[in-house]
């Protein structure tokens, strides 16, 4: 399966921490999305990494790819308690695939306190 | 712009019967793709729609369909509905190329009682 993993599966944090999420893939792809999800509601799309790139930046979010360990990273820094939400990563891409189509994760479940 | 819509946010039904879901995407976009959530199996791919034209297609029965309209809205429809198709249903837009961010909408929550 191309299906992404996430770990940890849940993540409980302070205010001002920082939060690290680590997503694990088995074929090749394209490119790499990480989405955040809000109680249920939509996914919002937060971040894309090409396969030929190993790091992307977006405000507060870092992340970084390793093509030859198929994994990514996703770090939050001085993380806010908006910041609860569930966050995916999604694969899209590669041998065996189909364009347009994305192979999501189960998610990790950050909780961040006040 | 306008984002991706979906209507109705909420639907109880019954097993058995059928429901149509609707969804419009961003305006100048011409890929639809269709996901189902669920907290057993995550968020699994329905099918995706470009230009009209069933374009992908996930490991879904035939109870589960779609179509793309000419304006690029999209609807899905699930018939004889059983209670595992209680899920919550995404659909996302993009222009249909590689390499690009699907745009989620805010889902349709259906129940099948």
């Known amino acids: 399966s191309q299906q992404g993993e996430e770990d940890p599966q849940a993540l409980s944090i302070q205010e001002g921490e920082n939060a690290t999420m680590n997503c694990s893939y088995k074929?090749?792809?394209?490119?790499l999305q990480w989405y955040r999800q809000n109680s249920g509601r939509g996914l919002v799309h937060l971040i894309l990494?090409?396969?030929?790139?190993r790091e992307k930046h977006s405000g507060r979010l870092r992340v970084t790819l390793d093509t030859s360990k198929k994994s990514s990273s996703l770090l939050i820094t001085a993380s806010r308690a908006a910041d609860t939400a569930s966050y995916f990563c999604?694969?899209?891409?590669?041998?065996?695939?189909?364009?347009?189509?994305?192979?999501f994760g189960r998610g990790t479940q950050l909780t961040v306190w006040p | 712009k306008a984002g991706v819509t979906q209507t109705p946010r909420y639907l109880i039904k019954t097993r058995g019967q059928q429901v149509t879901l609707s969804c419009s995407p961003i305006?100048?976009?011409?890929?639809v793709s269709w996901y189902q959530q669920t907290p057993g199996q995550g968020l699994q791919f329905l099918f995706e729609?470009?230009?009209?034209?069933?374009?992908n297609k996930g490991n879904f029965p035939g109870r589960f369909s779609g179509r793309q309209f000419s304006n690029s809205r999209s609807e899905m429809n699930v018939s004889t509905l059983e209670l595992g198709d209680s899920a919550l249903y995404l659909c996302?837009?993009?222009?249909?190329?590689?390499?690009?961010?699907?745009?989620f909408g805010p889902g349709t929550r259906l129940l099948v009682l």
């Open positions: 729609y470009f230009s009209e034209t069933q374009r």
């Open positions: 999604a694969t899209e891409g590669g041998r065996g695939s189909t364009l347009g189509r994305l192979y």
């Open positions: 305006s100048g976009h011409r890929s």
């Open positions: 990494i090409r396969s030929n790139e």
């Open positions: 996302a837009s993009s222009l249909g190329l590689s390499q690009e961010t699907q745009y």
């Open positions: 074929t090749s792809i394209n490119n």
